[in-house]
T-cell receptor, first 110, second 115 residues
Framework: DAGVTQSPTHLIKTRGQQVTLRCSPKSGHDTVSWYQQALGQGPQFIFQYYEEEERQRGNFPDRFSGHQFPNYSSELNVNALLLGDSALYLC?????????FGPGTRLTVL | AQSVTQPDIHITVSEGASLELRCNYSYGATPYLFWYVQSPGQGLQLLLKYFSGDTLVQGIKGFEAEFKRSQSSFNLRKPSVHWSDAAEYFCAVASLKAAGNKLTFGGGTRVLVKP
């Protein structure tokens, strides 16, 4: 079992650009959540996808959007990047019980 | 709204000594509580979780945590720390046991281990 996988590992973008991050959940998991972890802080919940629909959303602007595919994999899209979007983006998958986290994608916005 | 406070930003402990990390939560109903560990540049690994039942929970790597409802606390302990325990530790609370878990995290405690 590969666990939760994320791609890419690192990404550098400039302000105003758009970015897409990808996540494959742990085998058998049908729910995917995304978190943003700024340097030195705890992760912050962005949103959660289940059955290809956004089920819950945290306090993030509409520039953050996502998608879940029939195979349960997911994408996180961020438009009009700001310097403050620089962070580690974590994907977590679950079926029931505790979420399992991937290694994250480190996004740097210059 | 639920919230989690980890009062200690940094803790330094000698190898072989005991470790206790504090976690206080605010939540109106019965919380579901978690401890995760994060090594530098890595994702989060689940150490243990509390859903219901026995308030003393055993986890991986020799960690345990105790849920105290009267104190709104869920402190993490380890009797004897190894150098490999140096990492950042996060306490989290969720409102649902099922797949709809939305975790609210504390700010983390960074543990340094002295030889």
């Amino acid at each position: 079992d590969a666990g939760v996988t994320q791609s890419p590992t690192h990404l550098i973008k400039t302000r105003g650009q758009q970015v897409t991050l990808r996540c494959s959940p742990k085998s058998g998991h049908d729910t995917v959540s995304w978190y943003q972890q700024a340097l030195g802080q705890g992760p912050q919940f962005i949103f959660q996808y289940y059955e290809e629909e956004e089920r819950q959303r945290g306090n993030f602007p509409d520039r953050f959007s996502g998608h879940q595919f029939p195979n349960y994999s997911s994408e996180l899209n961020v438009n009009a990047l700001l310097l403050g979007d620089s962070a580690l983006y974590l994907c977590a998958s679950s079926l029931a019980g505790a979420p399992f986290f991937g290694p994250g994608t480190r996004l740097t916005v210059l | 709204a639920q919230s989690v406070t980890q009062p200690d930003i940094h803790i330094t402990v000698s190898e072989g000594a005991s470790l206790e990390l504090r976690c206080n939560y605010s939540y109106g109903a019965t919380p579901y509580l978690f401890w995760y560990v994060q090594s530098p540049g890595q994702g989060l690994q689940l150490l243990l979780k509390y859903f219901s039942g026995d308030t003393l929970v055993q986890g991986i790597k020799g960690f345990e945590a105790e849920f105290k409802r009267s104190q709104s606390s869920f402190n993490l302990r380890k009797p004897s720390v190894h150098w490999s325990d140096a990492a950042e530790y996060f306490c989290a609370v969720a409102s649902l046991k099922a797949a709809g878990n939305k975790l609210t995290f504390g700010g983390g405690t960074r543990v340094l281990v002295k030889p």
